[in-house]
């Protein structure tokens, strides 16, 4: 099953503010409290590589961008649309080729399979979908990448144990690259990222 899918609606969420309201409140259980909505952008076109079953470049053409806490939603005009849960998104960058800026994304269709972690099959690029986001005004790729490092924060990695957090702690920085914003691509405040780079639009946030 693959983690991209299709919807028809938009799922349930909250305003910030609204969701500081019900947590005041004290609601019987808080496990019942929509999502946040951490950033919302109209007049979106997407590129999906390879497209997305049964969801036409029709749909891509415009949209409506929803960074929702539990997953990151695109609602095409055409009243269908699809939603991906942060885990699948594996690479997230803001990228400034010639054809024009947009949110680069790398999604792992196997996140969340049993045993996908292990199998090395996931190394085959038919496992991975890349996805271009490209709104309308190049100033909202910025507010884009901060909703979607906050909601990817929040989903960390469940093939990634304890003990490898702990080793990490102790790696040498000399092992890592400071971005420094050169082949056209930016990242915001994530900072330190690895040496993964492997173009001008691709490298690993988190």
């Known amino acids: 099953m693959v983690s991209t899918t299709l919807i028809s609606s938009v799922p349930q969420y909250v305003s910030a503010e609204e969701h500081r309201n019900i947590v005041g409140s004290t609601p019987s259980s808080f496990n019942d409290i929509p999502p946040v909505l951490r950033h919302k952008e109209d007049n979106v076109r997407v590129m999906l590589d390879p497209p997305l079953h049964t969801f036409t470049e029709q749909d891509c053409a ?5 960074v929702i806490e539990s997953a990151l939603v695109f609602m095409s005009s055409t009243g269908v649309g699809f939603q991906v849960p942060y885990p699948a998104i594996t690479l997230h960058a803001i990228a400034r080729p010639e054809s024009g800026p947009s949110i680069y994304c790398q999604l792992d269709e196997l996140a969340g399979e049993p045993g ?11 496992d991975m979908r ?3 986001i490209i709104p309308s005004t190049p100033a909202s790729l910025e507010p884009i990448f901060e909703a979607m490092s ?12 304890d003990d490898d957090d702990l080793d990490e702690a102790f790696m040498d920085e000399s ?11 930016e990242l915001s405040e994530v900072g330190r990222v690895r ?8 490298y690993a946030p988190y």
Do not use: I, K, Q
Request: hydrophobic share 30%.
């Open 62 to 66: 415009n949209g409506t961008l929803f």
């Open 116 to 126: 996908a972690a292990e199998s090395p099959e996931n190394d085959e690029a038919s």
């Open 130 to 132: 890349e996805l271009s």
């Open 150 to 161: 906050l909601c990817a924060s929040l989903h960390p990695d469940p093939n990634v144990s």
């Open 175 to 185: 092992a890592f690259e400071t971005f420094t914003g050169e082949e056209g691509d």
């Open 195 to 202: 040496s993964d780079f492997v173009n001008n639009s691709r």
